[in-house]
């Protein structure tokens, strides 16, 4: 896959090392090191992501670490066991002090990276500033995992820092975008995209695979019966993931299928979030609506389903978890928001935002293709994942794009040292 970036550069992945393998003219050479900084390490697309591309990375190139503004998250644990070492700036609730901008500067020139990723808006804006820091020209890659509808739809502390980036867009040596939709919008918040190019979430197809035993023990944990439906929507608990609109949905679906089931998993969607039961209180939904909260088993709840829904109203650009239901050949049904239409490319529905009535219409049309009809859809769906969205090939284009950097970097530096030697 090659990649055709704004600034006329043409990444080749195919030409690069693969993960695991150097190529002859690297054997022995000193490993690259790649820091990695990101708001904090719980469970998210991003994070997941940086966590896939950590584990896949070539170790005999690179040499990851990794720095988390904030003191928290799960992933934590996962990455280090990877034996890549995560520090902290221990920023409080993402809000920089002098204190903590201090702290990473200093992290920074102890690592002395060769190159810095940032991952999302504070770690693409801590991945500057550590760039400013260092002595020479060490490049700050920015990874915007986002889209960005209106910036009303933000917290104030996350505008502030979208609209600080786009003053500083033209300082990054290169801008990651996972989505087209998220480069044209942030285009249009001013960002310069000219140094900018699309890599898609990478998809794990050996993990995210069809699975009969996961359907049967599922259903065995919640209580329900082996031919039950069971329509499900995975993604922590925020305004964004519009978990109203889905069990809206899911309350007119029941009226017509009493056979279906519904499943809420991720952080927050447990019984002790107040607000989601007495909604399902009220859509009478109780019996039939299982709450399961933050798991890590996401392989086998995904490929249980017999539809993935995705409800969200706004802010997702590539979602990860689409591309692991399409993987475990479960067919979608996603809200028109990020590059999501794009990812399913006719193999499942596609509904506005906020829109139960549609969504729900959308689920119904994929249950009454029966059996046969959604298992269809659904090997059309892992067949496009397998096709463009695995893991393997992200990776490849990650590390195509950062040996495209240092390059640049070497022949800047070159450059400076010829100039300085001829004065």
């Given at each position: 896959m090659t990649l055709t970036a704004g600034a006329g550069i043409a990444i080749d992945a195919r030409s690069q090392p693969k993960p695991g393998k150097t190529s002859v003219s690297?054997?022995?050479a000193k490993p690259v090191k790649i820091l990695h900084i990101i708001n904090d390490l719980?469970?998210?697309?991003?994070?997941?992501?940086?966590?896939?591309?950590?584990s896949e990375k070539s170790r005999q190139r690179f040499n990851p670490v990794v720095i988390s503004l904030m003191d928290r998250g799960s992933?934590?644990?996962?990455?280090?066991?990877?034996?890549?070492?995560?520090?902290?700036?221990?920023?409080?609730?993402?809000?920089?002090?002098?204190?903590?901008?201090?702290?990473?500067?200093?992290l920074v020139r102890e690592i002395k990276p060769d190159l810095i990723q940032g991952w999302l808006y504070h770690g693409s804006l801590a991945a500057q500033?550590?760039?400013?820091?260092?002595?020479?020209?060490?490049?700050?890659?920015?990874?915007?995992?986002c889209s960005i509808y209106s910036l009303s739809f933000e917290k104030k502390l996350t505008a502030a820092v979208v609209r600080i980036c786009a003053l500083l867009s033209r300082l990054a040596a290169w801008i990651i975008f996972v989505s087209r939709t998220s480069q044209a919008q942030h285009k249009a918040l001013g960002y310069d995209v000219s140094k900018s190019c699309v890599v898609p979430n990478g998809i794990d197809t050996s993990l995210f695979a069809p699975s009969i035993e996961a359907k049967t023990s599922v259903r065995s944990e919640l209580g329900i019966p082996r031919e039950a439906l069971l329509i499900g929507v995975i993604g922590r608990y925020h305004a964004m993931k519009d978990h109203a609109n889905f069990l809206r949905a899911a309350a007119l679906i029941a009226t017509t299928h009493p056979e279906v089931h519904?499943?809420?998993?991720?952080?927050?969607?447990?019984?002790?979030?107040?607000?989601?039961?007495?909604?399902?209180?009220?859509?009478?939904?109780?019996?039939?609506?299982?709450?399961?909260?933050e798991r890590t088993d996401i392989a086998r709840l995904v490929a249980a389903l017999d539809i993935f829904c995705l409800s969200s109203s706004h802010g997702e650009s590539f979602p990860i978890i689409v591309g692991e239901a399409m993987s475990s050949a479960v067919p979608c049904v996603v809200t028109d928001v990020g590059d999501s239409a794009w990812i399913l490319s006719g193999t499942g529905r596609v509904t506005p935002p906020r829109d139960a009535p549609a969504l729900a219409a959308a689920c119904v049309d994929l249950l009454d293709l029966g059996q046969q009809g959604r298992e269809t859809?659904?090997?059309?769906?892992?067949?496009r994942v397998v096709d463009l969205f695995s893991l393997s090939t992200v990776v490849a284009e990650y590390e195509a794009l950062y040996e495209t950097m240092l390059a640049r970097a070497g022949a800047s530096d070159k450059r400076i040292y010829q100039t300085v030697g001829e004065a």
């Open positions: 690297m054997a022995g719980a469970i998210g697309g991003a994070e997941i992501m940086l966590y896939r591309l950590l992933l934590r644990q996962r990455i280090e066991e990877l034996g890549i070492p995560v520090y902290t700036a221990r920023m409080k609730r993402g809000l920089p002090t002098p204190a903590s901008i201090w702290r990473l500067i200093r500033i550590g760039s400013f820091s260092l002595p020479g020209r060490i490049p700050a890659l920015w990874s915007i995992h519904f499943l809420l998993a991720g952080r927050e969607l447990d019984h002790e979030n107040r607000a989601l039961a007495q909604l399902i209180r009220e859509l009478r939904l109780e019996d039939r609506t299982h709450l399961v909260g859809l659904g090997q059309a769906a892992r067949a």
